[in-house]
């Protein structure tokens, strides 16, 4: 079975997310203006979540306490508000790619739904 990939060149053409949400207008997609940006704003969440993990992911790699000061709770914590941080920063501004597919398929499936 052959997944359809050819919208995935159709994206290239965006840079940021925000560039994305100022082509796409909800009459093309025969919904509001408050769902197209419910849409806009759970793909940017999602993102947002899955760069928060791989952040994590990724300092679980690097080992603790390679210093002669011990890694505290208080440190540990701070670091995983400061990857939530980043990760949403990333996502607002234009991410890795993830919230612009979720957008289009989101709404291409809304508008095949509503024919």
Known sequence: MMMDISHIQNM???STTEQMSRRLTPAQYGMSERELQDIK?????????FLQIMLREMRRTIPEDQGFI???TAERIFTEMLDEEMAKD??????IGLSKM???QLTRDYASNMR
């Open 12 to 14: 290239a053409q965006f």
């Open 41 to 49: 704003d759970a793909a940017e969440a999602f993102e947002s979540y």
């Open 70 to 72: 011990p890694t505290s």
């Open 90 to 95: 990333v996502a607002r501004s234009g991410g």
């Open 102 to 104: 979720i957008i289009q």
